[in-house]
């Protein structure tokens, strides 16, 4: 399986990343999606990627940072303007598959609205130019994301919905469009409506992620995620959609090949 969303760059996992990767290797894990979510962790992403060939890198500005970006009216800024062509170059490099994690959030509010629209307007005109596809985090904001997507347009090189919590209306738009839909440990939680959910999408049209250091699964809860847990998240998915843990392997590993490329040996 690939872990199509990680953050290794961050502090918890300070000089423990070849044991992690060990561990997940052993849980079944061969490939590593390791996600941006400003200008120093796309960096970081990409340095993770040229050490390791099981590691691929996406760059961008998460919406807690859009006022980075841009002004509380939503208009970009000077600085915003470099580090978009920041980006831009970071976008050419071999080791990065993807735009993201770019979006709304609308339950932490940490950049104001304007500025987190205009920061994921300008991100889904550089996804297009570098054409690359999109890693969306989408929260308390799923209706308003997509009718944005609806009114820009959705990225021409698609993507995937990550840390999913829509509704059915949002994973009849992922049908119709194309995407996928990021599958984690909250899929594990007794208030989760996510097991109605994923039977609806349908394992073409989802990927395994961890999100980690965050959102361990069940019977991880309180602990650092790490990716050797999605074999949990893996179990509980192919329950749900009454296959094989191997089927759904494979199923999710092709899709992310699909989207994001592949994995050399882990076809
Ligand atoms: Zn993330």
Redesign the pocket.
Known sequence: MIDS?V?LNRQEFDGEIPAVMTRARAAGVTGFMN?G?DLASSHESIALAEAHPEIRATVGVHPHDAENLADPEGNITAAGREILAELEDLAARPEVVAIG?IGLDFFRDLSPRPAQYAALTAQLELANRVQLPVVF?IRDAWAETLAHLDSVGAPEKKGVL?AFSGDDAAVNWAHEHGFLLGIGGPVTYKKSHLPELVPLAGVEHILLET?APWLPPVPHRGQRNESAYMEHTLNKVATLLELTPEEVARQTTASFARIFGAFAGTE
């Open positions: 969303h953050h996600v979510y994690e985090h990550h999100d």
